[in-house]
């Protein structure tokens, strides 16, 4: 909207084509998510609790969660609104790439607001029932995957980019693109909403890694640096870097609410949302491999559950003393700030080494 603003502006005004430059307007995003979440978190924080929407938590998880209940949740809706906002500010609206991670974010934060005002508003303990949640994940997910998969018109399009190797790249064809493509995006999403248990733990890596998948839509988007980096040039991609710039700015101040002791909690509204952004971002600029290294916390606490679910059907034992991961360490006696802090420090590293692909093949 105001890059066609200034683009009409520009034909008398010629200062104004400063703002056709990506990085730009990536940093404007950021700061406009910023504000915006700043200005209406507040009164959004309060509209919840005047609606007692508020977290219920486990009786049989770490005891010092108990004063947690009653705090106001869907706080992911303050994240979607300032990035929805913004991203129609700053972006290139003829790009069909932005309209994509924007339909799939709206998608599946329906989905994860449909699973917590059945549970915070309507008292309905299960909300959306796990199946359901996968139904409507997965077709999402497959509409986007077959999408792409169409639309592809050059082989880097649907190729698997090996990291720290130059020419190392692996044909997928359509029909391995579109279950990869699922598998992250549904697998992203998921992981994110399972870290998604101690305050700000879930919002800064995802903070870290948005900003790190800015410089890769950036380099990926741009011919020149592409060919000098050795990775494939994607042409229009460029643009998710402005959405990855509202993502990084919304999620700063999401976290000044969210920090500990937190005023309110993400919800699965804003955790599958953020996670299915992340996915099929990755997806679009063929980065999956990296998402795995910069996503490494999300990772380990899916499959933590997994491990944990797996092991007590199978043997009727636990391998953890409770999943996701983080509550594992919490019970063995760390402080939550002190899992918080440390997984972030993990993702701090894993996103260095992520964006160290650039250069090192």
């Known amino acids: 909207m105001l890059l066609a603003l200034s683009q009409w502006i520009a034909e008398d005004i010629r200062a104004f084509n400063v703002f056709s430059y990506i990085t730009l307007r990536t940093m404007l995003a950021a700061l406009t998510a910023l504000i915006i979440s700043f200005m209406i978190g507040p009164a959004m924080i309060r509209s919840l609790t ?21 705090t106001p949740t869907m706080g992911g809706t303050l994240i979607l609104m300032a990035v929805i906002i913004t991203t129609l500010l700053w972006a290139d609206l003829n790009n069909r790439y932005v309209w994509l991670v924007l339909l799939t974010t709206l998608g599946f934060g329906a989905i994860g607001w449909v699973d917590d005002y059945r549970k915070v508003v309507q008292h309905n303990s299960r909300g959306l029932s796990a199946s359901a949640k996968f139904f409507w994940q997965s077709i999402i997910a497959l509409l986007i995957a077959v999408y792409l998969a169409m639309t592809a018109e050059l082989p880097q399009h649907t190729e698997m980019i090996v990291p720290f190797f130059k020419e190392v790249a692996i ?28 305050d700000g733990l879930a919002i800064m890596p995802t903070v870290m890694i948005s900003g790190a998948l800015a410089i890769f839509a950036y380099v990926t988007g741009h011919a020149i640096f592409s060919k000098y980096l050795g990775i494939p040039h994607i042409p229009g991609a460029g643009e998710l870097a402005v959405l990855c710039g509202a993502l990084t700015g919304a999620g700063l101040a999401f976290l000044w609410f969210n920090a500990n002791p937190a005023e309110v909690f993400m919800g699965d ?21 990296v998402l795995v290294i910069m996503g490494g916390v999300f990772v380990v606490e899916a499959l933590s559950v997994m491990i944990q679910v797996a092991s007590f059907k199978l043997f009727g034992r636990r391998v953890f003393r409770m999943a996701p991961l983080h509550h594992h360490y919490e019970l063995k006696g760390w402080k939550e700030n002190q899992v918080v802090v440390r997984f972030w420090i993990i993702t701090i590293i894993l996103v260095l080494i992520g964006l160290s692909t650039l250069k090192l093949r």
């Open 269 to 289: 509204v804003g955790a599958l949302a953020l996670g299915a952004a992340l996915g099929v971002i990755t997806v679009i600029i063929r980065q999956e491999i």
């Open 171 to 198: 044909p997928l064809g359509p029909f391995l693109f579109i279950i990869l493509t699922y598998l992250v995006i549904v697998g992203s999403s998921n992981a994110v909403n399972l870290t998604d248990g101690l």
């Open 50 to 70: 005047a609606r007692k929407v508020g977290q219920s938590v486990r009786s049989d998880g770490p005891q010092s969660h108990l004063t947690k209940a009653g």
